[in-house]
């Protein structure tokens, strides 16, 4: 399957495609089913990012009939829908980006291994973004955010 995704992002397919492609696909539908109750720290970090960074309110109940697969899923359809209005704005985009990033290389050390992913200046992340390419945000974004769910519901690789 990675082959067949990198072969068709070399044909121009949209970084955020591929991803699209790989989350509706009956392989992650069928990691979708498992019943499975997300961790406590993981709830936690989604009801605080949906308010601070995409200014919604999430239930807690209802979060709690997902799954990890689910939850992300979700988070990152709704992280690339606000992505896609800020793109009128793009100095905001750009502001948004690094102060998230920022924030989770400051809360979560440990997960990045990458060194532009562990800097922790907003500053450093804004003038990154302010070099990149849609595609590149939009996929950073959802790789920070995979990698911290993961890790929040006790994914033990880190």
């Given at each position: 399957d990675f082959l067949k995704f990198l072969t068709v992002l070399e044909q121009g397919v949209s970084r955020e495609g591929v991803y699209r492609a790989i989350t509706l696909d009956s392989v992650y539908a069928s990691l979708e089913s498992y019943e499975e109750v997300p961790e406590k720290a993981l709830s936690a970090f989604v009801l605080e990012y949906?308010?601070?960074y995409l200014a919604r309110k999430f239930d807690q109940n209802a979060m709690e009939k997902l799954n990890l697969w689910s939850i992300k899923?979700?988070?990152a359809e709704k992280t690339l829908e606000l992505i896609d209005?800020?793109?009128?704005?793009?100095?905001?985009?750009r502001a948004w980006y690094a102060v998230l990033s920022a924030q989770l290389a400051k809360d979560y050390p440990q997960l990045w291994k990458n060194k532009a992913r562990a800097n922790q200046g907003a500053q450093f992340h804004l003038k990154w973004a302010k070099?990149?390419?849609?595609?590149h945000i939009k996929?950073?974004?959802?790789?920070?955010?995979?990698?911290t769910m993961n890790f929040?519901?006790?994914d033990q690789e880190y």
């Amino acid at each position: 399957d990675f082959l067949k995704f990198l072969t068709v992002l070399e044909q121009g397919v949209s970084r955020e495609g591929v991803y699209r492609a790989i989350t509706l696909d009956s392989v992650y539908a069928s990691l979708e089913s498992y019943e499975e109750v997300p961790e406590k720290a993981l709830s936690a970090f989604v009801l605080e990012y949906g308010e601070k960074y995409l200014a919604r309110k999430f239930d807690q109940n209802a979060m709690e009939k997902l799954n990890l697969w689910s939850i992300k899923r979700i988070i990152a359809e709704k992280t690339l829908e606000l992505i896609d209005v800020l793109t009128n704005r793009p100095e905001d985009l750009r502001a948004w980006y690094a102060v998230l990033s920022a924030q989770l290389a400051k809360d979560y050390p440990q997960l990045w291994k990458n060194k532009a992913r562990a800097n922790q200046g907003a500053q450093f992340h804004l003038k990154w973004a302010k070099q990149a390419p849609l595609q590149h945000i939009k996929s950073e974004t959802i790789i920070k955010l995979h990698e911290t769910m993961n890790f929040l519901n006790g994914d033990q690789e880190y």
